[in-house]
């Protein structure tokens, strides 16, 4: 898993004081803060800058006339200044400023004591003929909302560092179960009994030598026999974060310089000594990538077998279609002899490749083991066949499972022997006929 360094900040949380300056011009009055309230007798004149109107004497107010009113509120509350005069005729009531007092020559400041400022923030509002009232929260409720918004924060970005912190350790596997791997895939991977017995003999000999760092493995045979299907069965006793699969012709085409340092960035990045656990790769149709691919692939291996400061192992899995034509072959020449698919001799089955990109890689001996996979017969496609009826839950039939295997093509042409696409093709046959 790559690990990133987070850039350096330099900012700093001002203290309390510098907080509370910044809010001096906080405004008092606001429409979604006023709390309503009915007053039945009003009083006879305005004392300590309060503003009391006579209720029967008020004239309906439109609603620009309130909207005025709400404006000319807002405003003087940010200024921090109440004049705000009367405009009943028969009101003889001004709301003076509690904040600064000024006389000829002098000028006095206070700041109101806490009723005092509630009271001031009393607002006469006509509606439907009856007068109302707004009362003001403290000005020190804000502050606490931010310093408690703040806390908030500081603690969220804590248990979210943390956890970040705690997740390459929880997702560090160090082997894979070969035991429970090899019962599943003898249930699951049909036909090709050689390859599961040498894949599991090969992992489990890596599981006990902790002092081998890479282990890699190539897969050998026909499109569609299970190549692909028993990579993503080991696959899925590892951590996703701990997968990864390359594809040649997605996603290095054109086999660049760029791209071979792509490819050795991808493995490095992944083994590093930040990291921990077992890493599968995954790199499929091997034998299309380029001189400067397999060269990147080369080196980077070396390396990493040669590292002994890191926690991480790898396992590489190569899948090609070379020496498929041998393979099938000898296994077409066994069993026209009138021998048995489990007798088939492995040696016997290696093909004698000369690609390029298995010469250069065997030569540095950097293949631990070469696993051919078998041709499937009819009786194979047919278990397939069955294995994806019973995911979907359609009820299996000898009708349905004949009419989707007579529509795959075989060989050799005169024996019929085995499916041309292997299990490929049987889940979009199945789409065809449920």
């Known amino acids: ?23 001096s011009t906080l405004t008092l009055f ?12 009003p009083a006879p004149r305005c004392e300590k800058a309060s503003l009391v109107k006579r209720a029967p004497s008020l004239p309906p107010v439109s609603a620009d006339k309130t909207f005025q009113l709400s404006s000319k509120l807002a405003y003087s509350a940010t200024h921090t200044h109440y004049a705000l005069k009367n405009e009943s005729p028969d009101s003889e009531c001004q709301l003076l400023d509690n904040t600064s007092m000024s006389t000829p ?25 009856t007068l109302r009232s707004v009362k003001r929260h403290s000005p020190f409720s804000s502050v606490k909302s931010f310093l408690f918004a703040v806390a908030f924060l500081l603690i969220a970005v804590a248990v979210f560092f943390g956890s970040v912190h705690q997740t390459p350790a929880t997702q ?19 036909g090709q009994h050689i390859a599961v017995n040498v894949v599991t003999r090969q992992l489990e000999d890596f599981n006990s030598a902790l002092d081998r760092k890479q282990l890699v493995i190539s897969f050998h045979g026909w499109t569609g026999i299970g190549k692909n299907y028993m990579s993503s069965i080991i696959a899925q006793y590892l951590p996703p974060t701990s997968v990864h699969k390359l594809i040649i012709p997605l996603h290095f085409p054109h086999g660049t310089e760029n791209d071979a340092w792509l490819l050795s960035e991808w493995i490095t990045s992944n083994t590093s000594s930040l990291s921990c656990g077992l890493h599968l790769f995954i790199v499929d149709e091997i034998d299309k990538a380029a001189a400067t691919i397999v060269h990147s ?28 034509t041998e393979i099938n072959s000898a296994t077409t020449q066994v069993l026209m002899n009138g021998g048995c698919r489990d007798d088939l001799d492995y040696a016997r089955l290696v093909p004698h490749l000369s690609s390029q990109w ?62 041309s696409s292997g299990c490929r093709r049987i889940a979009q046959l199945v789409d065809l006929f449920i």
């Open 30 to 41: 606001s429409l979604s803060d006023l709390s309503i309230s009915e007053q039945k007798n």
């Open 105 to 129: 020559g002098k000028t006095r400041s206070k700041w109101p004591p806490l009723d005092e400022l509630n009271e001031l923030s009393a607002v006469s509002k006509v509606n439907g003929g």
């Open 1 to 23: 898993m790559d690990v990133e360094s987070s850039p350096r900040t330099d900012s700093v949380m001002p203290p309390l004081s510098v907080v509370l300056s910044n809010h």
């Open 172 to 190: 560090c596997v160090n082997h894979i179960d070969v035991e429970s791997l090899h019962n599943e895939l003898r249930r699951r991977v049909h």
């Open 297 to 324: 692939l080369h080196e980077t291996l070396t390396e990493l077998s040669r590292q002994s400061d890191t926690a991480s192992r790898a396992v590489f899995l190569l899948l090609t279609n070379d020496g498929a």
């Open 358 to 419: 298995y010469t250069e890689l065997v030569s540095a001996d950097l293949i631990d083991e070469m696993v051919p996979f078998l041709p499937l017969e009819r009786q194979h496609v047919v278990q397939c066949t069955e294995t994806e009826l019973k995911r979907r839950q359609v009820s299996v039939t000898q009708q349905l499972v004949d009419d989707i295997v007579n529509r795959l093509s075989y060989f050799p042409a005169s024996l019929a022997l085995f499916s």
